[in-house]
């Protein structure tokens, strides 16, 4: 693919992700709040449990250890399937408490600690930046692997780490744009999980791309080269490929995790408006 | 003359909404225990086609169970909050103190 035309489909989804975020910004200003309502919306932004990096991670994890890889999707399957138990208590007491963070909830549980306020969010700080990295490097990897290894023009001189302060810079200037310019004491962002709803139909599509031409056209190829080669494919490990402490204790992390990702706290609970949302949302989370 | 049958109950939409809760409560604790089974399976033998046919039927159990029981929910709630099941009243709810 040439590299221009690469980087022009990525400015016209970058601009079409504005859009629609200015969209749902100015209908919700409206007092138009009953877009987060839809029965697609905030279902479809809970996707945001998986990131860009999840394109490359779930995908090479699957590849690495089989099964093993549903456990990261298996323990927040439980956490939405027993929304009864956590996950309505924990919007009621955002709600009540008017928490707008982890870290606010966790002082709030404590008398609105301060000190304890600013430890959590120093320590969620600390665990999120390599993360964020990650996903700088996912998105940089899929420059380097999308384009065309021939043509050394301004692109392969600079390197990736060019698009890494890009999209670095396009993200800082999202997040100002529809999150911290818009002062809610509510902290509730209409237009950017807008956006995030329209990015997972996109996610979806992608990842089921990828198990398409891995199931069709990967496979077949794998299966040809083995022949041809005269060697053993390495079998796909199955649970019993699995430690059951590493097997449970995955699906428990997973399950904590979905809780206390900071981004996961802002759509599961500040960005949610309705507590009733949820018996509609139980059975809606997939493992994509 | 065959006798009119009464309701043995008679906040029936409160029993049934009870009932949806306590199935509510137990869901994920059940969900655990089933995709935590296939480790209970003997190692002998490949498997991985009878994992992955257990397990994702396992996940879309859960989820339609889930689906079914979030729906009586809703609409027990609907009603509830409509007065129409106020004869015996909602238990007191332990939200604030519960987590």
Redesign the interface.
Do not use: K, N
């Given at each position: 693919m040439p590299f221009n035309i690469l980087v022009l489909a990525c400015i016209l989804y970058v601009a079409l992700l504005f859009l629609l975020a200015a969209w749902a910004e100015g209908k919700s200003a409206r007092g138009g709040a009953g877009i987060l309502r839809s029965p697609f919306i905030y279902p479809l932004s809970l996707s945001i449990y998986c990131t860009a990096w999840t394109f490359y991670g779930a995908v090479g994890y699957a590849a690495r250890s089989g099964l093993e890889f549903l456990t990261i999707y298996l323990g927040p399957t439980l956490v939405f399937v027993g929304w009864w138990w956590v996950l309505r208590k924990l919007v009621r007491i955002g709600r009540a408490q008017r928490v707008t963070s982890i870290a606010d909830l966790i002082s709030s549980r404590f008398g609105k600690s301060n000190l304890l306020g600013v430890l959590v969010t120093l320590i969620a700080v600390a665990a999120a930046t390599p993360y964020i990295a990650l996903q700088l490097q996912s998105v940089t990897q899929s420059f380097a692997g999308v384009r065309q290894p021939t043509p050394r023009r301004a692109w392969a001189l600079r390197g990736t780490d060019g698009a890494a302060v890009w999209v670095a810079g396009g993200l800082a200037l999202f997040t100002i744009l529809f999150g911290t310019r818009n002062l809610a004491s509510n902290e509730q962002h209409h237009g950017i999980v807008t956006a995030i709803a329209v990015e997972a139909v996109v996610k979806l599509v992608a990842l089921l791309a990828v198990g398409v031409f891995v199931c069709l056209g990967a496979w077949r190829a794998g299966q040809r080269l083995c022949a041809a080669t005269d060697c053993m494919p390495r079998p796909i490990g199955d649970v019993a490929t699995c430690s059951p402490a590493r097997w449970t204790g995955l699906i428990l992390v997973s399950a904590a995790a979905i809780l206390t990702l900071p981004r996961m706290f802002q759509v599961l609970v500040v960005e949610n408006s309705d507590e009733r949302i949820w018996p509609r949302q139980a059975g809606r989370f997939r493992p994509i | 003359m065959p006798q009119q049958r009464q309701p043995l109950f008679l906040a029936r939409a409160n029993y049934r909404k009870r009932r949806l809760?306590d199935g509510?409560?137990i869901?994920?604790v059940f969900?655990?225990m089933l995709?935590?089974w296939?480790?209970l399976?003997p190692?002998t033998a490949?498997?991985?086609v009878a994992?992955?046919l257990f397990?994702f039927g396992a996940?879309a159990g859960?989820?339609?169970?889930?689906?079914v029981?979030?729906?009586g929910?809703?609409d027990a709630?609907n009603s509830a909050h409509g007065g129409q099941d106020s004869l015996a009243g909602s238990p007191p709810d332990d939200?604030?103190h519960?987590?």
């Open positions: - | 809760r509510a409560r869901l994920p969900g655990a995709l935590c296939p480790l399976w190692a490949p498997q991985i994992h992955w397990l996940w859960l989820i339609a169970v889930a689906a029981l979030s729906r929910l809703a709630e939200a604030m519960g987590l």
